[in-house]
């Protein structure tokens, strides 16, 4: 339970850095085109 807690808490940031850099891709290509 304990194990399982802690790994959420891991991919939350890894989860939340991928949300992050999908947002500053799309803006970098509206800010190309």
Not at 3 to 30: D, F, G, M, T
């Amino acid at each position: 339970m304990r194990l399982r807690a802690l790994l959420n808490y891991k991919e939350l940031p890894i989860l939340y850095r991928h949300k992050v850099l999908s947002l500053i891709k799309s803006a970098l290509e509206r800010s190309d085109k």
